[in-house]
C-alpha cells in the first residue's frame, strides 16, 4: 500500500510538471506571438497565433478569456493589413468565447469595412441591447457615414460623442482614425494629420504611422512646404526602425528623404533601398538609388538605371 501511494504520488508530481512545462512553453510563444503582432509582421504572427490555438496541451490549459484574447488578436493582425474577411471572421470567433463590448466593437466596424452592412448594423443592433451606452454605437454609425462617402456627416458624428470618449484610449484612437480618414477623402491634408497624431497620442501603431506619414506627403504636395517632407521623412524612419515596413513604407521614405532636402540622410537612405531590394523586384527602389546615387556622385548610378 505504502509502495503504491508513493508510485501515484510520483504520477502526480511528474504530470504537474509536465503541466508547468507547457504553460511556460506557452507563455514564451504568447509573448512571440504578441510581438510579432504589434510590430506589424502580419503573416507570422497569424501563423504563431494559429499555431498556439491548434496546441491541444495549450487548448487544455487555457482559459477560454484567453483563447478570445488570441483570436481577437489575430483579428486585429488582419484588420490593420485591411483584410476585413478575415478579421471579422476571427473578431466573431472571439465573441464566440467572450462576449464583451470591445470584441463587438470591433467586429462591427470589421464588418462595415467589408461591406457587410446588413449584417454589421444587426451586431450594432445587438451591441445597444447589450451596452446601450457603449461607444461603439457611435463609431459604428461614423463609419458606416463614412463607407458611405457621406464624410462630413461622419467628422460630426465622431465629434458629437469626442468628449465622451476622453480617458478611452481604445475608443478614442478609433475616433481619430475615423476622422482622419474621412479628412483624407476630403483632401483636407492638414486636417487629417492632427486627428492622425490625436490617435497616435492615445495609441502608437504601424498604421497610423503609416497614415500620419502619408497625409504628410499629400500635405507637403499640395502645398509645396518641405517642412511637411520631413516630418513625413521621420514617420517612415520609426516604421522602418520600430515595425515591420512594407514595400510602400521604403518607397515612401526614400520619397521624404529626397523631397526634404536632408542630403545628409541620402547614405543611409542608399542603405535601406539597397536591403530592401534584396527582398523586392520593383522598378521603384531602382529608380530612388538612380536620383540619390546620382546626387551623391556613387559610380554605380548606371548601373541602379540597368
Known amino acids: 500500500l505504502l509502495a503504491a501511494m508513493f508510485i501515484v504520488s510520483g504520477v502526480f508530481m511528474l504530470a504537474d510538471g509536465y503541466n ?41 490549459l487555457i482559459e477560454d478569456d484567453v483563447k478570445a484574447q488570441i483570436l481577437h488578436k489575430i483579428g486585429d493582425v488582419y484588420y490593420e493589413s485591411e483584410d476585413f474577411f478575415n478579421a471579422s ?17 470591433d467586429y462591427a466596424l470589421a464588418l462595415i469595412s467589408d461591406n457587410q452592412i446588413d449584417e454589421a448594423k444587426n451586431v450594432v443592433d445587438k451591441i445597444k441591447d447589450m451596452y446601450p451606452e457603449s461607444s461603439a454605437i457611435t463609431l459604428a454609425e461614423a463609419l458606416l457615414c463614412y463607407k458611405d462617402e457621406e464624410f462630413i456627416d461622419a467628422i460630426n458624428t465622431v465629434n458629437s460623442k469626442m468628449s465622451l470618449l476622453s480617458g478611452d484610449s481604445e475608443n478614442l484612437y478609433t475616433a481619430n482614425i ?49 517642412a511637411c517632407y520631413k516630418k513625413a521623412l521621420n514617420y517612415f524612419k520609426r516604421i522602418y526602425e ?50 540619390i546615387s546620382d546626387a551623391t556622385d556613387d559610380p554605380k548610378t548606371e548601373e541602379y538605371c540597368r
Open 20 to 60: 508547468q512545462e507547457v504553460v511556460s512553453d506557452f507563455q514564451i510563444l504568447y509573448n512571440q506571438f504578441i510581438s510579432m503582432a504589434d510590430i506589424g509582421n502580419a503573416s507570422e504572427a497569424v501563423s504563431v497565433g494559429q499555431n498556439i490555438l491548434n496546441n491541444s496541451e495549450y487548448s487544455r
Open 89 to 105: 471572421y476571427y473578431y466573431k470567433l472571439a465573441i464566440d468565447y467572450d462576449e464583451i463590448d470591445l470584441f463587438y466593437r
Open 178 to 226: 475615423i476622422k482622419g480618414d474621412s479628412y483624407n477623402s476630403l483632401k483636407e491634408y492638414n486636417e487629417a494629420v492632427k486627428a492622425y497624431e490625436a490617435a497616435l497620442a492615445s495609441k502608437e501603431t504601424v498604421t497610423v504611422l503609416r497614415k500620419t506619414g502619408n497625409a504628410y506627403l499629400k500635405y507637403a504636395e499640395k502645398t509645396s512646404n518641405t
Open 242 to 291: 520600430n515595425y515591420y515596413a512594407n514595400l510602400d513604407d521604403i518607397v515612401n521614405l526614400a520619397q521624404s528623404d529626397m523631397l526634404s532636402g536632408e542630403t545628409s540622410d541620402y547614405e543611409e537612405c542608399k542603405s535601406i533601398l539597397l536591403e530592401t531590394a534584396e527582398k523586392y523586384e520593383d522598378c521603384r527602389l531602382y529608380i530612388m538609388l538612380t536620383t
